[in-house]
């Protein structure tokens, strides 16, 4: 079956600093592939997306590339913000022709930034 | 307005209890989603309702009974829980169907935190 593999967390980092999250997956055929953001007493939010290998999606200063050889869609930021400080969830979404329901999470990587 | 609206945003139950959770959608989307958030693990696809039918029942326990009356809301309806239960409740909503991957991005609710004593 589809699994999706992020590291664990939590994740400290100082204001400016790089950001890496890992993200692994595991699927037959061709994934859609999502990050998304869940600030502290809220829902998910989508972050960013990629529907196909070399894909790179990019929003709020965030990106990430779908790399189909070696199954990954790791999470980056060049200079994090005390605001990005959340729980991050890489996720995925089969692909069956017409669309398809479900959705395979990560467990979440929690992110702390401090001034 | 918000695309996605759930209410309460908390709830505090009683195991003897009866309750619903409400989640509606203004994005014109025809499947809407149950989610099961605990702390330290991963996050549970609960129920899918795609056009007002239920398409998914990841074996979810018979005390909790969901209802799609249109595809606009989507109720979780609960009866005798128990503590394990307490949770963040996600309702999403997506539009499937037709051409195009970026039709199965799901969006999502705030949630309703419960707490069962």
């Known amino acids: 079956g589809n699994s999706v593999t992020q590291m664990e967390g939590p994740v400290t980092l100082s204001e400016e600093a790089f950001l890496t999250i890992n993200c692994t997956y595991t699927a037959t055929g061709y994934p859609s592939l999502f990050w998304y953001v869940q600030y502290p007493g809220e829902g998910l939010q989508l972050l960013l997306k990629?529907?196909?290998?070399?894909d790179k999606g990019s929003n709020k200063g965030f990106e990430a590339t779908y790399r189909k050889e070696t199954t990954s869609f790791h999470l980056e930021k060049g200079s994090v913000q005390v605001s990005d400080s959340a729980v991050y969830f890489c996720?995925?979404?089969?692909?069956?022709?017409?669309?398809?329901?479900?959705?395979?999470f990560g467990k979440g990587t929690k992110l702390s930034v401090i001034p | 307005e918000t695309g996605v609206t759930q209410t309460p945003r908390h709830l505090v139950m009683g195991m003897t209890n009866k309750k619903s959770l409400k989640c509606e959608q203004h994005?014109?989307?025809?499947?809407m989603y149950w989610y099961k958030q605990s702390a330290k693990k991963p996050l549970e696809l609960m129920f899918v309702y795609s056009l007002e039918e239920r398409v998914e029942n990841n074996s979810v326990p018979s005390r909790f009974s969901p209802e799609c009356p249109n595809s606009s809301h989507l109720f979780l309806h609960l009866h005798t829980l128990q503590p394990e239960d307490s949770a963040l409740y996600l309702c999403a909503s997506s539009q499937v169907g037709g051409a195009g991957r970026t039709k199965n991005i799901q969006y999502f609710g705030a949630g309703t935190r419960l707490s069962v004593l």
């Open positions: 994005l014109g989307h025809n499947a």
């Open positions: 996720a995925l979404a089969p692909y069956s022709g017409a669309g398809s329901y479900q959705l395979t």
């Open positions: 990629a529907t196909k290998a070399d």
